[in-house]
T-cell receptor
Framework: GQQVMQIPQYQHVQEGEDFTTYCNSSTTLSNIQWYKQRPGGHPVFLIQLVKSGEVKKQKRLTFQFGEAKKNSSLHITATQTTDVGTYFCARWDSNYQLIWGAGTKLIIKP | NAGVMQNPRHLVRRRGQEARLRCSPMKGHSHVYWYRQLPEEGLKFMVYLQKENIIDESGMPKERFSAEFPKEGPSILRIQQVVRGDSAAYFC??????????????FGDGTRLSIL
């Protein structure tokens, strides 16, 4: 299936700064899911977006699904040390496989 | 805790040995998925099983790898004659409904397999 391109691969921020990761596809997505994986941990489901232009918030996290349903973003406002980890987007393809982006690693500068 | 249970958490094998990874899905879930993750990479789908059936094994190498989900007991991912390249984290996930429903997947803590 078509891959989802996720950028950037890493983002270094000072604690309190914002963080954004982007997920792009060349084809229209039926839905997009976001997961967080802490260092040494397992992926944890955060949210699923299905509607064009959808915006959902979870406290300091804002998830968006593009109008054309070809891209999605996750924005974290005022990062905290508990936000450290890798954030993955994933999409269901026509073969009912969950295809994962490569992830964006959020690193808090010391 | 009725979460997805994987064991062992860490497994060390020598080249040529067999590795058996176990996964018990969440209570009430009958759909199990296995993924492989290399360091600094995303998850790669390997196989999707329901009780007693392999639904999709298109992501699993044809040789040395096999998976099962028996009527009773956990799902097993088996790797025969392991090689260094098999070193990775193997995650199991389960869902209540079939994947056509785009359900979120609930993951176990994974098995970190190291080949000496």
């Amino acid at each position: 299936g078509q891959q989802v391109m996720q950028i950037p691969q890493y983002q270094h921020v000072q604690e309190g700064e914002d963080f954004t990761t982007y997920c792009n596809s060349s084809t229209t997505l039926s839905n997009i899911q976001w997961y967080k994986q802490r260092p040494g941990g397992h992926p944890v489901f955060l949210i699923q977006l299905v509607k064009s232009g959808e915006v959902k918030k979870q406290k300091r996290l804002t998830f968006q699904f593009g109008e054309a349903k070809k891209n999605s973003s996750l924005h974290i406002t005022a990062t905290q040390t508990t936000d450290v980890g890798t954030y993955f987007c994933a999409r269901w393809d026509s073969n009912y496989q969950l295809i994962w982006g490569a992830g964006t690693k959020l690193i808090i500068k010391p | 805790n009725a979460g997805v249970m994987q064991n062992p958490r860490h497994l060390v094998r020598r080249r040529g040995q067999e590795a058996r990874l176990r996964c018990s899905p969440m209570k009430g879930h009958s759909h199990v998925y296995w993924y492989r993750q290399l360091p600094e990479e995303g998850l790669k789908f390997m196989v999707y099983l329901q009780k007693e059936n392999i639904i999709d094994e298109s992501g699993m190498p044809k040789e040395r790898f096999s998976a099962e989900f028996p009527k009773e007991g956990p799902s097993i991912l088996r790797i025969q004659q392991v090689v260094r390249g098999d070193s990775a984290a193997y995650f199991c996930a389960s869902s209540y409904d079939d994947r056509g429903s785009n359900q979120p997947q609930h993951f176990g803590d994974g098995t970190r397999l190291s080949i000496l």
